[in-house]
C-alpha cells in the first residue's frame, strides 16, 4: 500500500521515458509508486524500462500484448496499490516538484474522489507555452485550494491533471474505454457525473508534449480511429447530459463541429458518413446558429445530394440551406461558399447536376450568371437606413474567385456593386 499510484502506458516511447520518470522521481512525494504497462512496444522502451527500474526503486514495470492505451491505462488502474491514482503519459511531464504532495493532502483532508490542479502545454524541448485550453475558456485555471460544482469543471479535457481516489474508480466502475482515441474525455464524464464537488490546487501538475504526434487530425489518421473519435463526441455527450451536466454536454457538442470543420475535415467524406451513422445528419440537438455546425452541414449534405441522387432529398436540402446564415462570418471558405450557392442556386436535382458540370467544364456565361447571383446575395441587403450591407465574407467571396477582376470590368452591375464593397473594404488587405 502506498499513497499514490501512478499509471504510464507506453508505447515506442524509448526517447520520451528517461526525462518523463526523472520528472516523476524530482517530487516532493516519496510515498509513490509508477506503474509503467509497456503496450507491446516494437522499440527498446521495454529495455529502457528495465534499466531504469535499476535506478527508481518506485518503479514497476508490466509487460503486455498491443491491446491500446485504453486497455493499458486499465491494466495499470487494477494493478495499483495506492490510495489516489495519477496519471502521466510516457512523452509528458510533471512541473511544478511539489503538486502531487499538495494534491494528496489536500484530497486527504476533504476525503476528496477527485481532486484536480492545472495544466501546461510544453514544447519537445520542455519549455512551457500557453495552455490555449484557458484562453478558449475549455476548462476552468484553479487559483486556489478551494472546490467547485462538476460543471463548473469544464468540458472532460485534460483528465491526467487530476488525482482520483483509487476506491472510488473501482466503486464507480470507471474505466476507460476501449478506443482507438478519444477514450480520455468519457472517463473523465464518468468522474465528473459521479462526483458532488471538484477540489482544486492551485499548481501545476501537468505538462502536454502538444506538438509530438503531430496533433489531432495526423494521429486520427484511419478509418477506424475516425470512427472511434466521432463516436466518443457521442458517448461523452449523453453521460454528461444523463448525469446533469447538460450545459457541459451542449458545449461539448460544439466542440464536435471544431473537430469537424479543422483544416481539411471539412471535405472528408469519412466524417460526413460517420457523422450521420452514429448522430443522424438530422439531429436536432445541436446549436444551429454555431457556425461551425453551418460549415460542416453544407459541405456533408451537399456530398449526400450527388450521392442520394434523390429530388426529394434536394429540396430538402434546398429549403435547409435558405434558413443558414453564411453572410456575418470571416470563417466560411470560398469552396465551402460555392457548395452552398450551387444548392440555393438550382430549382431542382437535374438543374443542380447541370450548374456542377458548368462549374467543373469552366463554363465562363454560367460562372458569370453564378458570380453575380453570389454577389447580389451578398449585397442587396438593405439596413434601417437602406443604405446596402456588406457583408464580413463579401471579401473572401470575391478575392478567392479568380474570375473576379474580369467580371466586374465587364459588367456595369459588377461594377456599381464593387465600388459599393471599395466603400466598405481596402481590398488589398
Not at 437606413?385 to 457583408?391: A, E, I, K, L, Q
Request: hydrophobic fraction near 35%; proline fraction near 2%.
Amino acid at each position: 500500500m502506498c499513497k499514490i499510484s501512478v499509471i504510464m502506458p507506453v508505447y515506442n516511447a524509448e526517447n520520451f521515458l528517461e526525462k518523463s520518470i526523472e520528472s516523476i522521481s524530482k517530487q516532493t512525494m516519496d510515498d509513490l509508486e509508477l506503474i509503467c504497462v509497456d503496450d507491446g512496444s516494437t522499440d527498446d522502451s521495454l529495455i529502457v524500462l528495465n534499466e531504469l527500474k535499476l535506478k527508481y526503486p518506485f518503479l514497476k514495470v508490466i509487460e503486455r500484448e498491443h491491446q491500446g492505451i485504453g486497455k493499458t491505462r486499465n491494466t495499470g488502474i487494477n494493478h495499483a496499490e495506492g490510495e489516489y491514482i495519477a496519471f502521466l503519459d510516457a512523452d509528458d511531464i510533471y512541473v511544478d516538484e511539489n503538486a502531487l504532495e499538495a494534491m494528496y493532502n489536500f484530497a486527504i483532508e476533504n476525503d476528496a474522489n477527485f481532486v484536480s490542479a492545472n495544466l501546461s502545454f510544453i514544447e519537445q524541448d520542455y519549455t512551457i507555452v500557453n495552455n490555449p485550453h484557458y484562453e478558449m475558456k475549455d476548462y476552468a485555471r484553479f487559483n486556489e485550494f478551494s472546490s467547485i460544482d462538476p460543471e463548473d469543471y469544464g468540458i472532460p479535457y485534460a483528465f491526467y491533471k487530476g488525482m482520483f481516489k483509487a476506491d472510488f474508480l473501482l466503486s464507480k466502475n470507471i474505466y476507460f474505454p476501449d478506443f482507438l482515441c478519444g477514450e480520455d474525455p468519457i472517463f473523465l464524464a464518468n468522474v465528473l457525473t459521479n462526483v458532488d464537488e471538484v477540489y482544486t490546487v492551485p499548481l501545476n501538475l501537468y505538462g502536454y508534449n502538444h506538438s509530438v504526434g503531430g496533433g489531432v487530425n495526423a494521429k486520427i489518421n484511419t478509418y477506424d480511429k475516425k470512427r472511434d473519435y466521432i463516436q466518443h463526441f457521442h458517448d461523452t455527450s449523453e453521460i454528461l447530459s444523463r448525469g446533469g451536466l447538460q450545459a457541459t454536454s451542449d458545449f461539448y457538442k460544439i466542440h464536435l463541429f471544431r473537430y469537424l470543420v479543422w483544416n481539411e475535415n471539412k471535405y472528408d467524406e469519412d466524417l460526413f458518413e460517420l457523422y450521420d451513422e452514429i448522430f443522424d445528419m438530422y439531429n436536432d440537438s445541436f446549436d444551429k446558429t454555431d457556425f461551425n455546425y453551418v460549415i460542416f452541414n453544407i459541405a456533408a449534405k451537399f456530398y449526400f445530394v450527388k450521392k442520394y441522387d434523390s429530388e426529394e432529398f434536394f429540396k430538402k436540402v434546398n429549403s435547409e440551406f435558405l434558413t443558414f446564415n453564411v453572410y456575418d462570418t470571416n470563417t466560411i471558405t470560398y469552396e465551402i461558399l460555392n457548395k452552398y450557392f450551387l444548392i440555393v442556386y438550382s430549382y431542382s436535382l437535374n438543374d443542380f447536376k447541370n450548374n456542377c458540370e458548368k462549374l467543373s467544364m469552366n463554363n465562363i456565361e454560367f460562372k458569370k450568371e453564378f458570380f453575380e447571383f453570389k454577389l447580389n446575395k451578398f449585397l442587396f441587403n438593405y439596413s434601417i437606413s437602406d443604405s446596402r450591407v456588406v457583408h464580413k465574407n463579401t471579401k473572401n467571396l470575391i478575392l478567392e474567385d479568380p474570375n473576379f477582376e474580369s467580371f466586374f470590368t465587364s459588367n456595369k452591375l459588377l461594377r456599381n456593386s464593387y465600388n459599393v464593397i471599395q466603400e466598405n473594404y481596402d481590398l488589398n488587405k
